[in-house]
């Protein structure tokens, strides 16, 4: 769909239930309408280096990857995936009738205000639900696929994906951002060449897994049970990874949101649980993951920043993108002395 077609879906568009309210939130590689009950979730005609929703037929498949894959874990959020039409004007969520024109996925709309990102920005996580969540991450990790073959070291590429933001992000925030992105990735490829043999020892000891693949606080509700969501369907190279590149995501942003407290002890608690880090250089490995999480992070409000459609929402994502390359420093510098 264009985003004329998203606008008109939103204000005069016919959806499988009557609804009042329309609520359009995007990310950078879909678009999300919150209606009263139900969320419907439309991925973008995009294509980047580690996705392809180019086509209509590659957007059926991924929506329904995308809801196999989340009900391993979301207790009955992921509806169904319905067609949407257009007809004499108008656009259709569900039916039969028109030109096809894309594919939605429905969803059971939770309460936002229990998304742990909002609840941590409230000072509302306590303890007790840090340890539920890693107890809710250790029961999937422990039932989810192991992986047994995989290039350990695709990590550098993705990690390195990041020198494709230098020229952008040297040229809106400055040279010196640019150099930053120049000596982490040597740092980081340093350390993978390094730690080949640790990866592939964790590979055959069965520490890599089909797991979520984006696990962060707003991909969490605690209602009050953990319930995690929107885990990644359009790479499986994304989501077969290292339990403890999984966690590290959700530790980093805990980091980043100031409650290093609690991401401390969600990886105690969660090591105590599922042992993952069993030595010195695993517990740098962690480190590792975390600025490869924050690289992420980056390289995201990287292409938010070049995607805003006006000045507030591009200052906003580079302001971001300036604090995750701090962090992702922060960690590699933390490598020397792990």
Known sequence: M???????????????????????????ISWVILCDAYVYKIKKPIKYSFLDFSTLERRKYFCEREL???????????????PVYEHEGGCYVGGKKGVLIDFALKMRKLDSEKQMDVLLRNNNVSTKDIKSLAATIVHFHNNTTIIYKKNVLDIKEKFNDLGAEKEFLSKKLGDGYGKTIEETLVVS??????????????????????????????????????????????????RQIDVLNEVAFLCMDLDAL????????????????????????????????????????????????????NNADK??????????LALMESYLKSLDTG
Do not use: M, W
């Open 2 to 28: 264009t985003r004329n077609q998203i606008d008109k879906l939103i204000s005069e568009g016919v959806f499988p239930e009557p609804t009042e309210h329309h609520e359009l939130v995007g990310t950078h």
């Open 68 to 82: 196999e894959l989340n009900q391993r874990f979301s207790k009955g959020i992921y509806l169904e995936v319905l």
């Open 189 to 238: 490829n340093t350390f993978l060449n390094e730690n080949k043999e640790l990866l592939e020892d964790r590979l055959r000891s069965g520490f890599f897994r089909d797991c979520h693949g984006d696990l962060h606080a707003r991909n969490i509700f605690l209602l009050p049970e953990p319930q995690p969501f929107d885990c990644i369907e359009f790479n499986e190279s994304y």
């Open 258 to 309: 100031g409650r290093k407290d609690l991401s401390d002890l969600f990886i105690t608690q969660y090591n105590f649980l599922f042992p993952s880090i069993r030595n010195k250089a695993e517990k740098r490995l962690f480190s590792y993951y975390k600025s490869y999480r924050a690289n992420v992070r980056a390289k995201v409000n990287s292409l938010r920043a070049k995607s805003a459609s």
């Open 315 to 324: 200052t906003t994502a580079l302001t971001e993108v300036k604090r995750y």
